[in-house]
């Protein structure tokens, strides 16, 4: 597991973003078991509060469920999973926006170079 950590933001934030981005891309499966929150802190070498607390949060967004004293696992809920892809893109789509806005490019002109890179990129 490796995390590039920035000191912009908070770690548990990015620790939770590594996870979905990881479900997103389908490296972590629906209902896989993941490390234990010990196991996680030793791994990414942060605090075991830290890890805590990105687990903590994670189970409020569903991304991940306990059940008794089992292994946490990633969720099998569908709209959950639709969700974390769409909110990632978003983000994405998001930063790509204000990069262009800035320099005034045409929204059309602009199309046109994300089709032919992104099918550019494809045939790779």
């Known amino acids: 597991m490796n995390v590039n950590f920035n000191n912009r ?5 990015q620790v939770i973003r590594h996870f979905k981005e990881q479900i997103a891309t389908g490296s972590l499966e629906p209902g896989e078991e993941i490390s234990s929150r010990r196991e996680l802190a030793n791994k ?4 075991p509060n830290t890890a805590q607390r990105a687990y903590k949060e994670m ?4 991304l991940i469920y306990t059940e008794r004293n089992l292994p946490s696992r ?10 974390v892809r769409e909110e990632l893109i978003l983000q994405a789509v998001d930063s790509f926006i204000t990069s262009v806005r800035s320099i005034n490019v045409p ?4 199309l046109d ?3 032919e890179n992104y099918e550019k990129h494809c045939d790779e």
């Open 74 to 83: 990633i969720t099998k809920d569908e709209q959950v999973l639709k969700a």
């Open 44 to 47: 990414l070498k942060i605090n």
């Open 9 to 13: 933001d908070p770690v548990y934030i």
């Open 107 to 110: 929204l059309e002109e602009v």
């Open 59 to 62: 189970e409020e967004q569903r």
């Open 113 to 115: 170079l994300v089709k």
